[in-house]
């Protein structure tokens, strides 16, 4: 239930809910006001709403400086203890990454929503004013505290963690390997300047070991690779793992199969229970998207190996086996 008197700040970083046609395609152009101006009248009242013009990218161009600065202006528009919740717009191409490393720092209860469009604002079937009028309805219901970041988006609501992008056209853009993972995060203030280059790779039979090498001669701090199936690849891969490893370099499977958990099971060289003994960190639940931002975070943060695992496991494990949806 929205209060009327509540306060929601509204942070817009472009995409496609801010995206008009033009003659080189469509490009955001609208600011965080014509978009709160575009809410349907009446679906939206009660909060009072404080903008934010953060920036106006596509999400697909963002880099990891972006990605860390849309979380801390999450932080500074909480700071302020009048605020009743923050609503982010962003690009649906890499929402599921920004909106959970801000879930990696969302040590606040109160409700952080992201929200965007599948089609630009000038598009016959714009999605984003519906969408945008249930996010400002979420951010404001004191029933969505202590939730973590949610996604808000073609009439569902999904926790921000495990969530991910299962269409390019459809309004319903999202669904969850599971929306029951527990949020284990990161203390302390979100990070400004440097950040831990993490690659990612998406392994296939006849993928080339030296993708491996070649990102550990190049600095990378970490590697994410998604696998086949439960978490296996081929025998070279193991070899290459082994020796980034002994690099110093964090390497996290996890797989390229949408649902399911990854455990080790197989061997024969390149399974999951090779690549785990050759050192790498198994990623149960959190594909290489949301995987690749967990250790970017962690390494930016100076967190050792041992704690990378830790952290991984308790981000992954279920503490019971249900799954709901909420509508919005």
């Known amino acids: 239930m929205v209060t009327d008197n509540a306060h929601v700040v509204l942070i817009s970083t472009g995409g496609t809910i801010a995206a008009q046609a033009t003659a080189d395609g469509a490009v955001p152009i609208l600011s965080a006001d014509d978009l709160l101006g575009s809410v349907p ?14 920036m106006s990218v596509d999400s697909s161009a963002m880099r990891v400086r972006d990605q860390f600065a849309v979380v801390a202006a999450v932080a500074d528009a909480l ?4 605020v009743d919740g ?17 879930d990696l720092y969302a040590v606040d209860e109160r409700p952080v929503v992201f929200t965007g469009a599948q089609f630009p604002a000038d598009h016959p079937d714009s999605d984003g ?4 009028a249930a996010a400002l309805s979420v951010a404001s219901d004191p029933a969505m505290r202590g939730r973590g970041v949610l996604i808000a988006l073609g009439g569902r609501v999904l926790p921000a963690r495990g969530t991910f992008k299962v269409s390019t056209t459809r309004s319903l853009a999202f669904d969850t390997v599971r929306d029951d993972l527990p949020r284990p995060t990161l203390s302390g203030p979100v990070p400004a300047g440097r950040f831990a280059r993490v690659d990612a790779f998406t392994l296939y039979p006849g993928v080339s070991p030296g993708l491996i090498a070649a990102a550990v001669a190049q600095n990378a701090a970490g590697i994410v690779l ?3 199936g439960s978490g296996n690849s081929q025998p070279d891969i193991t070899a290459e793992v082994s020796l980034a490893v002994q690099h110093g370099v964090v390497v996290v499977i996890t797989s390229r199969v949408p649902y399911g958990e990854v455990r080790p099971t197989y061997g024969g060289g390149g399974g999951g229970v090779d690549l785990e003994r050759a050192g790498a960190v198994v990623s149960p639940w959190l594909r290489a998207p949301q995987a690749r931002m967990t250790l970017v975070a962690l390494l930016t943060a100076g ?12 981000a992954d494990t279920p503490t019971d086996t249900g799954s709901s949806d909420s509508g919005v």
Do not use: K
């Not at 923050?86 to 801000?102: I, S």
């Not at 004013?129 to 945008?132: D, E, F, K, L, Q």
């Not at 967190?303 to 308790?314: D, N, T």
């Open 226 to 228: 998604a696998a086949t």
């Open 303 to 314: 967190e050792p190996a041992s704690g990378i695992v830790e952290f991984f496991s308790g």
């Open 86 to 102: 923050v609503v982010v717009t962003h690009g649906t191409d890499t929402m599921e990454e920004t909106a959970f490393l801000a």
């Open 79 to 82: 700071a302020d203890p009048a």
């Open 41 to 54: 009248a009446g679906t939206a009242d009660g909060p009072m709403v404080s903008t934010v013009d953060l």
């Open 129 to 132: 004013p519906a969408n945008m």
